[in-house]
T-cell receptor, first 117, second 113 residues
């Protein structure tokens, strides 16, 4: 069945460091891919998405490219800030092949990021 | 910005009791979802709801669970005869269509004693 695997945390970085959080997926068809972020004490917020191969999602300096050949959707940011400290979830929608529609989400376990000043 | 609200933020219940988790989705949204996250594990899909009926449910969503939209604003998850393993964070989400992203609430932490 469909699944998402993301790198184990926690990840601790200094401010202005480069961030990569790896995410790979297993899916039939052509899923849509997402990164959600959960700040302390808050719910899940959509960070970025990509609905087809080679799409790049971007938001708030974060980027991720939908790589069908490697079934990956790694999250990157060139220079992290203390305010980026949160838990990051990679997810896929198993209805992504229907014109980019979003159905039920399948999540990875989440990666906790701590950024030190 | 409109948001999904969930109440209560934390619910403590004795094993075997019934619990109702409440959600107010964004007002013009039509698609509603429940997810749960057991501590240290993945966020898991439970059920989706559209046009006053369940559109899809996972194997987790057995006869112990039910959902309802009792009025034009609330969307509830009922868990009957709770078990220790029901302890988790429960997230409600809504979207305006299947082509739009899901918006999540802050979650209800359910603790079964």
């Amino acid at each position: 069945g469909n699944s998402v695997t993301q790198m184990e945390g926690p990840v601790t970085l200094s401010e202005e460091a480069f961030l990569t959080i790896n995410c790979t997926y297993t899916a039939t068809g052509y899923p849509s891919l997402f990164w959600y972020v959960q700040y302390p004490g808050e719910g899940l917020q959509l960070l970025l998405k990509a609905t087809k191969a080679d799409d790049k999602g971007s938001n708030k300096g974060f980027e991720a490219t939908y790589r069908k050949e490697t079934t990956s959707f790694h999250l990157e940011k060139g220079s992290v800030q203390v305010s980026d400290s949160a838990v990051y979830f990679c997810a896929l929608s198993d209805r992504g092949n229907y014109g980019g529609s979003q159905g039920n989400l399948i999540f990875g376990k989440g990666t906790k990021l701590s950024v030190k000043p | 910005e409109p948001e999904v609200t969930q109440t209560p933020s934390h619910q403590v219940t004795q094993m075997g009791q019934e619990v109702i988790l409440r959600c107010v989705p964004i007002s013009n949204h039509l698609y509603f979802y429940w997810y749960r996250q057991i501590l240290g594990q993945k966020v898991e899909f439970l059920v989706s709801f559209y046009n006053n009926e369940i559109s899809e449910k996972s194997e987790i969503f057995d006869d112990q669970f039910s959902v309802e939209r009792p009025d034009g604003s609330n969307f509830t998850l009922k868990i009957r005869s709770t078990k220790l393993e029901d302890s988790a964070m429960y997230f409600c989400a809504s979207s305006s269509s299947v082509n739009q992203p899901q918006h999540f609430g802050d979650g209800t932490r359910l603790s079964i004693l």
